[in-house]
């Protein structure tokens, strides 16, 4: 337990070693976060207008069928 | 220029990136997790400093990675404006947050360790004020690049800026040479080798490597998604023209 309140009180400069590795790790978490979001959301968007396509495809193949 | 045009084609570089990323993403973990266990359990407290030199080992490789991702983009300025190269105007785009959130970093995690050691959270010297401006020609890029109706003249835009803004990165560089500063001098990248001890020196090389890998893991993944957005684009362009 001592040992843990020395390592956490960081020789008194706790207050500025640590608010210096959350904010570290705060911003470096959101740039991935948000970059993975975009993606996902990205490619949830690709599927969907992709199978669109393709639903349009086969309804012109088949207009096509029935005028031959 | 072989070798950088074979990745120009879009397909190619899809492909290459998605066999990368899983690998890359494990050695940014793997060295992240080393780098913290050596900048908190082996590396010792500083004679002068104490523990408060800890602030170092995200504060420096910050930095360093301020000025690298800053460098990349006006690398791929210059290739995009020379070469067309099609990737390079993406990849520019996409360091922008990257850099601009590492400088962020930077000044605050300074000011965090200036504050206890030099008894003030900011001063303006020649380092700080000048990791200020890189900071604002961040952000600068980013307006740029969104400022134009037409894609191309934004990006056209933003190249320029961040060639002219490279200037920047040598004075930054310098700085605590050139000018009287509170800011310690090198003493990593220095002519004559660290002069830090290896103890310490370590801890902030594993943790430089960590974050250009990190770096590496959120620019591909950035690249990825514009290319999807440019094929969206293109599908909603052709459901537009259909219909």
């Known amino acids: 337990m001592d040992q843990l309140t020395t390592f956490f009180s960081m020789g008194s400069y706790g207050a500025y070693v640590w608010p210096a590795y959350l904010l570290t790790a705060a911003v470096m978490l959101s740039l991935l976060l948000t970059t993975l979001q975009r993606l996902r959301r990205n490619q949830a968007e690709l599927a969907q207008l992709e199978s669109l396509r393709a639903v349009e495809d086969q309804q012109e193949l088949q207009k096509k069928a029935v005028r031959s | 220029m072989s070798v950088f045009h074979r990745f120009a084609n879009p397909n190619r570089f899809l ?35 104490g ?93 740029l690049m969104n400022a134009f109706e037409d894609q191309e003249r934004g990006n056209r835009a933003a190249a320029v800026l961040a060639i002219v803004g490279f200037i920047n990165v ?4 310098f700085s605590v040479d050139w000018w009287n500063t509170l800011h310690q001098p090198a003493s990593v990248m220095r002519m004559d080798g660290p002069s830090i001890d290896p103890s310490m020196l370590w801890p902030l090389l594993v943790m430089g490597v960590a974050f250009k890998l990190f770096y590496l893991v959120v620019l591909l993944i950035r690249i990825k998604s514009e290319l999807i957005e440019a094929k969206l684009r293109k599908y909603r362009r052709a459901l537009v023209d259909n219909a």
């Open chain 2, 170 to 173: 040598p004075i930054i560089k």
């Open chain 2, 15 to 49: 492909k290459l990136t998605n066999t990368v990323l899983p690998w890359v993403s494990g050695l940014t973990a793997i060295s992240l997790l080393a780098g913290l266990y050596m900048a908190f359990f082996t590396s010792p407290a500083d004679y002068q400093q």
């Open chain 2, 51 to 143: 523990e408060s030199v800890r602030i170092m080992y995200v504060h420096v490789p910050a930095a360093w990675m301020a000025m690298f991702v800053y460098s990349s983009i006006a690398f791929a300025s210059i290739c995009a404006l020379i070469w067309r190269h099609p990737l390079a105007d993406l990849a520019a785009k996409a360091s922008a947050p990257i850099g601009a959130g590492f400088t962020f970093l930077a000044l605050a995690t300074g000011a965090l360790w200036g504050k206890p050691m030099w008894g003030a959270w900011w001063v303006w010297d020649a380092r700080l004020t000048s990791v200020l401006i890189l900071f604002f020609l961040y952000l600068g890029h980013m307006a």
